[in-house]
């Protein structure tokens, strides 16, 4: 008997499939438990048109990770931990640990198991990528340091951020005095 299967069964099939399957089995085991239907005309049109609106849901999921991939990428995560004298952690920087600073620095809510890599061990800085969409990769940049240099850290960071700022200002400023003696010295 042949049957459209609506879930996936072991050594069957996936959803959406036409398999041919005994009798017995279709009648006794499949059909009651709603895994399959018998592949009749009408069902096999409402299982196209279900992989058609599968399809587009894929394609809007897929759009979605696609933004929120660009939205996390390049986002800097600083943790301060307990270390030893050679920069070994005592502890560690889990993939969890990473996940709730994005939430809570980005509001983005990705599951730990996306972000690969093993726990991280010891201070410095790493990229770790996260799998999220298909069309770029976001990656992000993991900033381990001593429990009491964080402070330190932070301070710079955003002084660093505030003086790139003035300086970009700064160029945005002298642009047009630069233009006004050039075209001094050229009359």
């Known amino acids: 008997m042949k049957v459209l299967l609506l879930s996936d069964v072991y050594k069957q099939g996936v959803a959406g499939e036409v398999v041919s399957v005994s009798d ?3 009648r006794n085991y499949l059909i009651p438990k709603k895994l399959a239907v018998k592949a009749t005309p009408a069902e096999l049109a409402k299982a196209e048109q279900l992989r058609e609106t599968s399809a587009a849901r894929k394609a809007e999921l897929e759009g979605r990770l696609n933004d929120l991939a660009r939205q996390i ?18 502890g560690s920087v889990t993939t969890t640990d990473i996940a709730e600073a994005l939430h809570q620095k980005t509001g983005v809510d990705i599951n730990r198991r996306r972000i690969s890599q093993q726990a991280i061990r010891e201070l410095g800085t790493f990229d770790m990528p996260v799998r999220l969409g298909s069309e770029i990769s976001p990656s992000l940049r993991i900033v381990v340091l001593r429990e009491e240099e ?19 200002v700064e160029a945005v400023e002298a642009a047009p005095a630069e233009e006004a003696a050039t075209e001094a010295a050229a009359e």
Do not use: C, I, M, P
Not at 73 to 90: C, H, I, P, S
Not at 150 to 168: C, I
């Open 150 to 168: 964080v402070h330190a850290y932070l301070q710079r960071s955003a002084a660093g951020e505030t003086a790139a700022a003035e300086a970009a």
């Open 73 to 90: 990428d390049g986002v800097e995560l600083v943790f301060g931990r307990r270390a030893a004298n050679t920069g070994k952690l005592f």
């Open 24 to 26: 017995g089995y279709a």
